[in-house]
DNA sequence: TATGAATGAGTGTTCATTCAT
DNA sequence: AATGAATGAACACTCATTCAT
């Protein structure tokens, strides 16, 4: 790995854990095993750093989403594999939503003129529309529903419930970041979404079998 | 209003705009027109401060919540009425979602200890089962919902989109924050939580009326 | 003394002897016995405190000229008294002639606003003016001397010679900051405004009475 | 030029502006179009820059200065000519007082060693006495005046009225960098030396001639 | 209850300089 | 002759916190 590359790692892992305030130029420094100047070579300032840290975290997150292969699925199985993926890589990236949060603390104001940001996220726009119209075709899911709405949805059922679990657990007096209490997580979004989406004859359908399994 | 609480909303402000290692001891003083002693003589501490500032937050919207009157209302009346408040007290006071991110950065690590934040949230656990229940028992919802995470899902739908409005208008180069924008998002929001909620034939009576109207 | 008043002379000391750029905020709390965050609390900035030093060596130097009673004597007797003074000013502060040459080197921007630096400075315009009449009146000194070019070049004689001796004396191969040197200065200085001023008479009688002694 | 000689070039004007403490080795190296390490390479350190930088500076105004052709003229035109020069060059070239004060700021320390710099100046020594010497021999010059103090004197009149042209306008509240100021000041030491130097008889004829134009 | 002065540790940032090629 | 990456020490400036009254 290069300098830069490091820098940037080490960064990632700074800003998420404390945010911008709280990220010290130092111990990315440190963490990265470079200089503190490199820093500023390279990024030019903290902010600097701080946005193309956000542009590698969306990066990454977008690669590993591109990475999945929805072709083969239908379009219950697609969608349920989208929100799955959504769900298991929020879990297994905490920097990532917590990087998130920052970002949107500060308004997205460093992402604003960012065109890696705007390019690394397009791609995933017509996905969504595509499963959305096969399913319908197949009379499996309701027409009208908006592509993007539905995409946040998903979005939002996994990250609220993982990135408020702290303030959650002390709310419900229930640990919300139990083995269990993820997977039932989980299974209560899965349902929420296909109810949502598909029409009554299909989700009747899809509960027989399940309570024959 | 006393010095402690004009401090404290100050704090609130503060800690919501620029988070805990951003907000200023100073900036707080000056905006509560008060001597910066003051905030130490109270407080303590800058984290002392934040725990206070956090469970004020919570208090005024959990007050807000309790002058809710469900009971006229019938189960899905009253799941509406839960589903808006949450969505316009959230619209109207950003702060209180800025904080609650902030304190969730954290780990809720200020609130671990409070007697203030578990005393002013208990009330409102019993409130949903209630309402779940008498939909049940009039066949209008679905069994074996569980109310906490119906809850959290009702405060997912609301939150995760306007806490992350920033990044997703640019994800989706749309802006989430008009007022169009808004008032769909809240008519889907409603739609996802009845059709998770309601039984098919609830739904079907609710999309009658609707269609008609 | 107070420590903002010990931070105005460890200043001047500092920023004469390296500059505004040369001079160390560190060194001057240190020299000050003061905290540098006093610095920042009375001044501001760097260029704050440069400001104010400026302003205090200034008035110094006025304070000082002010002193000067040169109403009991004639003419010839009070340019002879304000060239002295001039001369001996900037030989016992070497400091005065440092700051000014750094003020210049920033075309004089700090003390652009200075409502204390103009406030100092003005009282000291016409004084001239009123020497170059009385001489005038007494047939001693020319007419149609233009007061602020003659206190121009009053300062100038000594001044040119004060900062610029090190690479004058490099220059010269002599050793201009020398007693002798030095006096040789002034007296060189005397004459030149003399013969400047006085009328060709008035010049004769001054040579009759000095070759007398 | 040779990278060399841009460095230096790049050099006089970065240090002239800011002084040694402000001048920054990447922009002189950036202004140069040369690359920070052939500094290193050439001059060994900021220092020896500064001291490279001095001594040019002060070759092209000896060269300029060993340009006039003083020969064919009366000793007070040479006289008149070196006076005019002086100012001239001052003026079209400001980044040479601005070096001097800045060479003179560390006390020389930077030519102290400096056999160019004894080398350059040398030749200048001898011009005034000589000037000097006709004068007196054509008994248009007073008898007694030390060449290296008319020299200084000739500087001084020009050089302190422009370094400090920053500090004076606001002093005097007068531009006195305005072309009319300039030209108003030049004839003004050309009087202050013709007044120094000449016998009144010379002066006197001078005079007349001047009244007669 | 309130205040202004003071502080030590640190904060992002910059600098002249050197290394490796 | 020339370069890009790297560095340690320092820089102006800031912060949460405390002292003295």
């Not at 990087?99 to 390019?119: I, K, P």
């Amino acid at each position: 790995m290069t300098t830069r590359e490091r820098i940037v790692t080490a960064a990632r892992g700074e800003f998420a854990e404390l945010g911008l305030a709280g990220a010290r130029i130092d111990r990315i420094a440190l963490l990265a095993g470079a200089n503190k100047q490199m820093i500023y070579h390279y990024f030019g300032s903290k902010d600097g750093l701080f946005t193309q840290a956000l542009e590698a975290e969306y990066a990454r997150f977008r690669n590993a989403e591109a990475a999945l292969d929805l072709d083969p699925l239908d379009p219950v199985g697609a969608l349920d594999e989208l929100l799955a993926f959504t769900w298991t890589y929020y879990l297994d990236n905490p920097g990532f939503i917590r990087l998130v949060n920052s970002a949107n603390l500060h308004r997205a104001r460093h992402l604003q003129g960012s065109e890696t940001f705007r390019h690394v996220n397009r791609p995933f726009r017509s996905r969504m529309r595509a499963i959305l119209e096969k399913g319908i075709a197949l009379g499996m899911f309701r027409a009208g529903i908006d592509p993007v709405q539905l995409q946040i949805t998903i979005a939002a059922l996994g990250y609220y419930y993982l990135t408020n679990q702290f303030t959650g657990s002390l709310v419900f007096e229930r640990d919300l970041g139990s083995q269990r209490a993820l997977a039932d997580r989980l299974a209560f979004n899965r349902m929420t979404i296909l109810r949502l989406v598909c029409t009554p004859r299909a989700l009747a359908k899809l509960e027989q079998v399940r309570s024959a399994a």
